[in-house]
């Protein structure tokens, strides 16, 4: 069954520090992986894409990795700010399909 | 371009009554999805549409909901009746076509409740 699976469902953490977000998957064939972030009340926003060929990616204070062969997926946000409070969504693409697999989100809190 | 444009942001009706939630995709785009978000369930894919024709509505979770593309630039999600377990947020999205790496841009969602 082709499932995504997040953790933690939530975390709160101190303006400034470090913190990873984890992505599992089963989906397959994998065409390519996005992290989203959507903020309270907003619609879902592309934050990176990871193909299979891709290890690692930045997107200024946000790094995402991909382990293909364990079907893992990390975003590891750097130096934490009051606004990266939002869900992070780990969205796995379905390879020549245009099915879209969700998790269910980690909500992330970052307080002063 | 202004994005993704859902109306209305928010909807509250009673139980029975028809909702019909409205969605304008990115002009130029040409797949538009509708998912429905809930706390429990998460983003859950409705329909998709491609060139206005319905590909995927396996999940529709029942009679009751309706999607339809009239042309290009609108889309509606229907449900009829409504019932209390439809409350949740109605996300709208679209993307062009090629590469199945395009990015799906989402608009601002309707809430609905049903009281």
């Known amino acids: 069954k082709n499932q995504v699976e997040q953790s933690p469902q939530s975390l709160i953490i101190l303006e400034g520090k470090n913190c990873t977000l984890q992505?599992?998957?089963?989906?397959?064939?994998?065409?390519?992986l996005r992290w989203y972030k959507q903020d309270t009340g907003r619609g879902p926003v592309s934050l990176t894409i990871m193909t299979f060929s891709e290890n690692t990616k930045s997107n200024g204070r946000y790094t995402a990795t991909l382990d293909a062969d364990t079907k893992q997926s990390s975003l590891h946000i750097t130096a934490s700010q009051l606004s990266d409070s939002a869900s992070y969504i780990c969205v796995v693409n379905q390879a020549g399909a245009n099915n879209l697999f969700f998790g269910t989100g980690t909500r992330l809190t970052v307080i002063p | 371009d202004a994005g993704v444009i859902q109306s209305p942001r928010h909807e509250v009706t009673e139980m029975g009554q028809e909702v019909t939630l409205r969605c304008k995709p990115i002009?130029?785009?040409?797949?538009l999805f509708w998912y429905r978000q809930t706390m429990m369930r998460g983003l859950e894919l409705l329909i998709y549409?491609?060139?206005?024709?319905?590909?995927?509505d396996s999940g529709m979770p029942e009679d009751r909901f309706s999607a339809k593309m009239p042309n290009a630039s609108f889309s509606t999600l229907k449900i009829q009746p409504s019932e209390p377990r439809d409350s949740a947020v109605y996300f709208c999205?679209?993307?062009?076509?090629?590469?199945?790496?395009?990015?799906?841009?989402f608009g601002q969602g309707t809430r609905l409740t049903v009281v």
């Open positions: 999205a679209s993307r062009y076509q090629g590469a199945h790496m395009t990015e799906a841009f």
């Open positions: 992505c599992n998957y089963t989906v397959s064939p994998f065409s390519n």
């Open positions: 549409f491609n060139n206005n024709v319905p590909i995927d």
């Open positions: 002009s130029g785009h040409d797949y």
